[in-house]
C-alpha cells in the first residue's frame, strides 16, 4: 500500500519545532561553550503515548519542578495538566483505557514506586498501591502492571508479591478505579515472570532457579494445568521470550506459537517461531551474524508479527509489512541521518505518534495519522534547546583486543576541533551486562562541547554481540575486560587522535568500578579520572546484593564476577581499594547517599583509604540522591564540578 503526503503542520512548540525542521540536514560549525544547564535540564514535554481511540495525546511535563501528566485532546488541540504531583515525579504511565492513565512516581532508592490512576481530564485520581518497603530483609513489596485485560476496560493485570515478600508473584486482576485486586493466576512454585497471549490469558511462565536453572511452564488455557516445556543451564544456548514493541504478548494471533529470541545452534541470539504443539524451534524470522536480535514487532490490528527491531552499530527496524515499510521509508526522508520509532499506535492503527532521534538531536515527537492511503505529518514537541549544528557526531568504531577478540563501540570528536591530539575521556559504560549504543546522550555532547574525545567500548561481558562475547567476560572484571579498555586506548592513540598525555577516564556504576581499576592498575595511561556510584570492594558489594536482592540475583552475581566464600582471593585480587597506592592521577569521587545499588560504605570506604595515603581527590556527595543523580538542581551541581576539575586537562601545556 503506497502511501501519499499531506501537509505537515507542527501544532506544538511551533517556534522551536519550526527552526529543528529547518536545521536537518546538519552543518557542522565551529561550538562555543554550551551551558551546562542546556544539556541537563529536565524537558519540557517527553513521552507521548496516544490513547486506544486516537482521540487524546498523553506526555509527561515539567510543573512545579517535578514531571507530571498532561493530555491533549486532537479535536481541540489544547493541553491540559492532569496530575498534581509536587514531591516525586511521574516514572511510567500507560492508557488503561480511553479514558485511565495509570503512572507509577519515582521515589529514588527508597521504595517501591506504587500505582496511581487519573482520568483524561484530570478527575478521580486514585491511589491504587501505595509505595512500600520492608523492613530488616530488605524485601520489596511490589505491584507492576503486566497487560491490558482485554475483558473489561476497567480492569489490568498486574503481578504482585503481596502474598509474600519472596520473589515468586501471583497475577491478579485490578481495578484502574479502585485497587481493588482479583486473584487470576496462583504461583504454582517458584515462576519469576509471567507471559499473556492476545486476549490477555496468562499462559506462560519463566522460572529461575538459585542454582542457574532457567525452565518455562506453559497451559493451552486458564482452565489446564502447567506442564513444562523446556529447561536450560545458566550461560547455555538457550531461547527466551522476544521482547515485543507496542504489545506484551509474545504469542503469535492465534496462540500456538511464541516469538522466541534464541542462540541454539548459533552465537548471536535471533527471531524464531517456537511451535507449542511439537515443543520446536522453527526455521530463523532473522538473524544477524554480529548482533543479538531480541525484539518483534506486532501488530494487533492485523493480527500478527509485522516486523523485528535490534541494536546494530546503529538502531535498526525491519519491516514485513508494505504499509509500515511506506511510512518507514516517508520518515526516513523526513529525517536523515535519524533514527524513527513508532513508540505507539492507537487500536486500529490510524494515527502512529513517532519519536525521532540521532546523535546530535534528543528525541522529537511527531503524529502521523493514516487516512484512504494518504499521511497526515504533525511534529508535536522537540525540547532540545541547542542547536544540533553545534553538536558531535557519534560514530560507529571497533578494534581488535590483545587476543583477537573484536571490541565494537563509538568515538565522539568534539565538533570543528581539527581531529587529532585531542585529550580523551574514556567512558565504559556500566551494568556490566549492558551495552553502549547510537543515539543522544547529553553527557557525551557535553563532554565533547569542552573539547575532549570520547571513546565508548562495548567490552567483553557486554550484550548484544552474541553469547561468546557475553560470557568471556565472567571472572574476569580484574584482567581481560580491563585490557580490552586499555586496547581502545592504545587504537585511539594509534588513529592520531588522542594526545597520549591527556586520558582520563570517567564511568558510572560498574563504569566507576572499571575506573578505579583502570587508574590502579594502569597507573602510566591516565591523567585524570572520575569515579561516579562505583564499587571498590567486591567482597563487600557483592555481601550487600546477598542482603538486598532477590536469591536468584545474588547467585548470578557470584556466577559471573566470584562467590565471597569460595573465591574471596578472586574478589580482593579484582578490587581497586586493595591498590590504592598505585594511583597517581587526580581522581573525583561522586556519589548519593540513598543509593541502594552500590551504598555510599563504597564511596567512605575509598575516601578513608585515600586520607590514609595521603591522595588528593574531589568529594561530591548528595545526601537526597540514589544510584545516579536525578534531581535537576543536584545534575547541575555535578557537571560544574566535572567543568572545573576537567579544566586542566583540556590545555596541552599542563
Known sequence: ???????????????????????????????????IEDFFSDRELSQFRISPDGSKLSAKGIWNGKMNLFVIDLETREPKRVTTQKKHSVQNYFWANNERLVFDLNYKEKGTQGLFAVDADGKNFAVLVKPFLASGNFRYRYNLALDRFEHNDDEILVTSNDHSLLEFPNVYRMNVYTGKKTLIVDNPGNIRFWYTDWNGDVRLGRAESDEGLVRYYYRDSSDDLWDEIASFEFGDPQWKPASSSGNNSVFNYDGTQLYVSS????????????????????????????????????????????????????PKEIYFDEERQSLQAFLKAKFPDMASVIVRSNFDETRFVVASYSDRVEAMYSLVTIAEGRLDFELLSAAQKINPERLSKVEPISYVARDGLRIHGYLTLPNGRDPENLPLIVHPHGGPWARDSWGFNPELQFLANRGFAVLQMNFRGSEGYGRRHLRAGDKTWGTDMQTDIVDGVKWAIDQGYVDPDRVGIYGSSYGGYATMAQLVYFPELYKFGICNVGPVDLVTAINWRKQTEQDFVYEFYTRTIGDPKTERDLLEKFSPINYLENLQAPLMIVHGTLDFRVPIDQAKMLRKRLDQLGKEYVWLVKKDEGHGFRKEVSKFAKYEEMDKFLAPFRDPSN
Open 1 to 35: 500500500m503506497k502511501i501519499s503526503l499531506m501537509e505537515a503542520k507542527p501544532f506544538l512548540n511551533r517556534q522551536l519545532c519550526s527552526f529543528l525542521l529547518a536545521a536537518l540536514p546538519f552543518a557542522c560549525l565551529q561550538s562555543e561553550e554550551i551551558p
Open 263 to 314: 542462540d541454539i545452534g548459533r552465537n548471536t541470539a535471533g527471531i524464531f517461531a517456537y511451535d507449542l504443539s511439537t515443543s520446536k524451534l522453527g526455521e530463523p524470522i532473522f538473524v544477524d551474524d554480529t548482533y543479538d536480535v531480541g525484539s518483534v514487532i506486532q501488530s494487533n490490528h492485523r493480527k500478527g508479527l509485522i516486523g523485528i527491531s535490534y541494536d546494530a552499530a546503529k
